[in-house]
């Protein structure tokens, strides 16, 4: 195993068990030694957001998209940053992005749920309707997500919504 995969594994670790100060402070400290590792960026971005830390977390996710430009999951995390950051068309392209780089359903519907949810927050409801139905039909299953997720909260009332929550596609 190498440096980096032990490092990442560690931080992973102590991630699991909440002890997110000591994990970005290994984290810094892998990447001092490996700044070329998209593992590192990627796992220092993921400590950051959940100390709620979003700007940094951005850059740490833009770090590891442009040493692994081909990461589903990298381009998603940036987009779910961009959004907390309120950069909404920013999310919507790196998302779109993400879209473009897997052909499995329950990735392609995660981001496109994202993308129903950024679109839904933007304001844009008939795009949001467009995402969250193609999210539906690529994987059924993130309709949970979409009964409780306050991203969606302004198409509760919405009669196309609630009846894509109840269809059985």
Known sequence: MSQVETMTERIVELRKEKRFDEAERLARLAISDNEDAWELWDQLGHVLVANQNFSEAASAFETATKLNPNGFWL????????????????????????????????????????????NCVAGRHEDALQYLDSAFQEDGSIKEWARNDSDLDSLRNNKLFLRLLKSDK
Not at 86 to 111: C, F, H, M, R, Y
């Open 75 to 118: 381009w998603l995390s940036l987009g779910y940053v961009k959004k907390e950051l309120n950069q909404l068309d920013d999310a919507i392209e790196v998302t779109l992005k993400a879209t473009k780089l897997t052909t499995k359903p329950n990735e392609i519907g995660s981001a496109l749920y994202n993308l129903g949810c950024y």
